[in-house]
């Protein structure tokens, strides 16, 4: 009876010449055939339904049908749609023989193609990246295939607007059918692609109207409608896929790496200020070059409607600082030792003054210290430097209050260094890893300013003591005479006899209560002190102090702050260290100074005048004295050798660093 229903289907079949839906479904219904059994009730929701099979299996004509029907023709209804898939990329693939390249039931299904506003739909709005990632997330397929690699899709699932539409189900989130459009898929580098440079602003314009109009008036825009691709459209700025929210810490981090790419001229300046500094180290708050240029509106300053116009920074300037005054706006964000004209102030300063005053105290005690350390070599192999183990006799050499200030100028500075160099170097590793042990370029600020302010409080004890001994007591020993800090004639004279030494002609110096390189470390500090701290206050208190100063002066006080302080740095941790630890006489590390206590015969062999004068004045005895303590030694130990470490593990980084620089 089957045998007898099948032919007489066949032969109504025949003689109708038509099939008709009805006609294919007790055959293709079977689930057995395979990838060609036909869901009914898929099909029967498709917006297919309503046609026959026929209607896009146009080549078959009888039933059974062999060989297979080939594809459908979409055209027949769809002649707009094959046309612009016709010269997509994804044509363009499958001409050349790439099967997975997709073609239209790809896409869309096959016998239970639903309508796009339906959720269900391969094609619904939220479903597309889904739909797409099923050729562009595979590694296989991509092989040596024109599509994007796995990555692309990554990137844009974890963007802004895959998130919005996979995981917030925002249908306003553009998916890659809004940019790359739905069947005209073509390469960025063909010019009538949406995704083409020329035609990337349009097509973001779609969704970002308002952010269009800012972009069209810009200095960017307009480069843009002129065709110069060296201007930036929406992509360059925030790439095609990966769309990161302009909050957060990973974008606003990139903003100054990619405005560099573009503006190398202004790049280094800013980078070398302290938001480009701070910005390097990590801080996310401090201002990025979008933050006072804008994000789109970027006008020349000489527009009046830029942000950076002068009539109209004290708003730019304070979106980031209360209390901003004309003096303050005027502070040059991008000011250039290197540029006369922009920057005069800061050229001469850095120029005329901060170059040559690291030349010269570099160049001397690099020679002196050189020179030093051969003839100190020299001395020990000949047997000429005596150890002064078995003196049971002391000398009492600085009193509590000197050392105990010292110890404090030790703290501070060593902080202060540790806390401001990674400014100085944040663009290098050690520099942002010396920032991260301190939590951060926040803290690290704070850090800063606290030990300013105990190197501020030691300074002015130091101060009130030189005024109290000058005019209270009337001790002209400070200002006379061998005991006094004050350069004299006889500091000539023991230089000259010091190159006499150096160089093989003449004995080891007779020297007094103070040496001339004692006199320059003590000055030094002197000197620097005030100068890095009143330029570092002048920054502290920028606002305040911009009331009765102009905007350049602040660029001159960071620029002053920061030479000096690495003079500063340069000299103690290289030069000061070698004078009172690390030559062979002293090597590894000289206690006095913590302990306030010398031998007596060490004291009597490097200071012979003073000794003598203490004799013949009858104050030696009343100097003399026992060894230091057991926690004086202790101390000494653990707190010079903690800092000896610090402060060779800073200059050593230094100096790798210019050499890094300066070779390549």
């Given amino acids: 009876m089957r045998i007898f229903a099948a032919l007489l289907l066949c032969a109504t079949v025949a003689s109708a010449q038509t099939l008709k839906s009805s006609d294919c479904v007790d055959c293709h219904k079977d689930p057995s055939m395979g990838d060609k059994h036909v869901d009914a009730a898929a099909f029967a929701g498709s917006v297919h339904a309503p046609i026959e099979c026929t209607g896009c ?31 997509s990329d994804h044509a363009t693939a499958r001409a050349k023989g790439v099967k997975e390249a997709p073609w239209c039931t790809d896409c869309h299904g096959t016998h239970d193609i639903l309508p796009k506003s339906d959720p269900k739909s391969r094609t619904y709005h939220l479903r597309i990246p889904e739909t797409c990632a099923r050729c562009h997330a595979n590694a296989q397929i991509t092989k040596g295939h024109p599509l994007p690699a796995p990555q692309v899709i990554q990137n844009y699932f974890g963007s802004v607007h895959g998130k919005g539409a996979l995981e917030q189900g925002l249908v306003v989130s553009a998916v890659c059918s809004d940019c790359h459009t739905a069947h005209k898929v073509l390469p960025k580098t063909n010019p009538e692609s949406t995704v083409a440079y020329k035609n990337v602003p349009t097509t973001c314009r779609k969704c970002h109207e308002g952010i269009f109009n800012q972009f069209e008036t810009s200095t960017h825009g307009k480069l843009w409608a002129a065709g110069q691709t060296r201007g930036p459209v929406c992509v360059t700025c925030h ?36 938001h480009g500094q701070a910005t390097a180290l990590g801080s996310m708050k401090t201002a990025k070059c979008s933050d006072c240029h804008t994000p789109h509106l970027n006008l020349p300053k000489s527009d009046p409607k830029s942000s950076v116009n002068p009539a109209n920074l004290r708003k730019t300037c304070g979106k980031c600082h209360a209390d901003v005054n004309a003096n303050f706006a005027s502070f040059q964000p991008h000011a250039d030792p290197h540029d006369k004209t922009r920057s005069p102030q800061v050229y001469y300063v850095y120029n005329y003054l901060m170059k040559w005053l690291l030349v010269i105290v570099f160049g001397f005690f690099g020679l002196h210290t050189l020179l030093w350390l051969q003839r100190s070599i020299a001395a020990m192999i000949r047997g000429e430097v005596p150890r002064h183990d078995g003196e049971s006799q002391w000398i009492t050499r600085f009193a509590t209050k000197q050392r105990l200030t010292h110890v404090a100028l030790v703290v501070s500075f060593l902080a202060l260094a540790a806390t401001g160099l990674p400014l100085m170097y944040s663009r290098l590793p050690w520099g942002k890893t010396l920032a991260h042990l301190f939590g951060g370029v926040g803290v690290s600020t704070v850090l800063h300013r606290l030990f300013a302010v105990v190197t501020f409080g030691y300074a002015l004890y130091h101060l009130c003591f030189l005024l109290y001994g000058a005019f209270v007591r009337r001790d002209k020993r400070m200002f006379f005479g061998p005991d006094s800090l004050l350069p004299r004639l006889r500091d000539l004279v023991d230089l000259k006899n010091m190159f006499r030494w150096f160089f093989y002609r003449g004995p080891w110096p007779r020297f007094d209560r103070w040496t001339y390189w004692e006199k320059f470390d003590y000055f030094a500090v002197f000197w620097g002190v005030p100068v890095i701290g009143l330029s570092g206050l002048m920054l502290w208190t920028a606002p305040a102090i911009t009331r009765f100063l102009p905007g350049w002066a602040l660029n001159v006080a960071m620029l002053v702050h920061g030479e000096e302080a690495l003079l500063a740095v340069g000299f103690i941790f290289t030069f000061h260290f070698f004078h009172t630890h690390l030559r062979p006489e002293s090597f590894p590390m000289d206690q006095v100074m913590f302990t306030g206590k010398v031998r007596l015969d060490r004291f009597r062999e490097e200071r012979p005048d003073q000794y003598e004068r203490m004799m013949a004045d009858g104050q030696l005895a009343d100097a003399l004295t026992g060894p230091p303590t057991e926690g004086q030694v202790t101390f000494a130990r653990w707190f010079g050798f903690a800092s000896l470490f610090v402060g060779l593990v800073l200059i050593v980084a230094i100096y790798w660093s210019f050499l890094q620089r300066f070779f390549y």
């Fill in 239 to 274: 790439t095609a896929h990966g769309i990161r929210n302009t909050e957060s810490a990973s974008f606003r981090e990139g903003i100054a790496t990619g405005c560099s790419n573009c503006h190398s001229k202004e790049a280094p300046t800013y980078q070398d200020s302290f």
């Fill in 57 to 87: 299996h146009a080549d078959v004509k009888a039933f059974p049908h062999d060989p297979a029907p080939k594809r459908p023709d979409c055209a027949q209804c769809h002649a707009e749609a094959v046309k612009d898939y016709d010269t």
